[in-house]
């Protein structure tokens, strides 16, 4: 039915770039708010971005001038851009709709690391 699937997520060292995507399936993601979330090993999941029905978008002050997020209609998927990547970002990365519904999914793995 309604499923988030998060990918792109990898090793990189730090200074380097990721496109995260979230395609979304049984669902249109373009009538809802949606969001990039992170966690941490053993820290609470904390909201990266947000983009809204239009295309205004916040960001934490922690990734602000690094991250974009996007999304293309089209293809139903949301995107985060990582640009200038620091050991701090290592997380799983997560979408969602805003305000947070239904199941997680598994995230994707970014590792920050030389």
């Known amino acids: 039915q309604v499923q988030l699937v998060e990918s792109g997520g990898g090793l990189v060292q730090p200074g380097g770039s990721l496109t995260l995507s979230c395609v979304g399936s049984g669902t249109i993601l373009s009538m809802h708010a949606m969001a990039w979330w992170r966690q941490a090993p053993e820290k609470q999941r904390e909201l990266v971005a947000v983009l809204g029905r239009g295309e205004s978008v916040n960001y934490a002050q922690s990734v602000k001038g690094r991250f974009t997020m996007s999304r293309d209609n089209a293809k139903n998927t949301v995107y985060l851009q990582m640009n200038s990547l620091k050991s701090e970002d290592t997380a799983v990365y997560y979408c969602?709709?805003?305000?947070?519904?239904?199941?997680w999914g598994q995230g994707t793995q970014v590792t920050v690391s030389s």
């Open positions: 969602n709709y805003m305000p947070s519904r239904g199941t």
